[in-house]
């Protein structure tokens, strides 16, 4: 049985928050950061919800 993608729970919680905002990310930017923090964490895991993740995507925090 294959293992659970460690970062599986953030990435449904991005839809869920996504759907429930008509798609506007700046609603979401609490769960987006928490997603970038668990694939930050789970780097040396082959993660299949990380690998559409942007790495150097910066969110408004960071750019300021």
Sequence with gaps: ???KDPC???ACAIQKCLQAN???ESR???VIRAM???CETH???N???CSGFAREHK???EKT
């Design 28 to 30: 979401c930017e609490d």
């Design 36 to 38: 970038r923090q668990c």
């Design 43 to 45: 780097s040396g895991v």
């Design 59 to 61: 969110t408004t925090e």
């Design 8 to 10: 599986q729970k953030q």
């Design 1 to 3: 049985m294959p293992q």
């Design 47 to 49: 993660s299949v919800c």
């Design 22 to 24: 008509k798609y506007i």
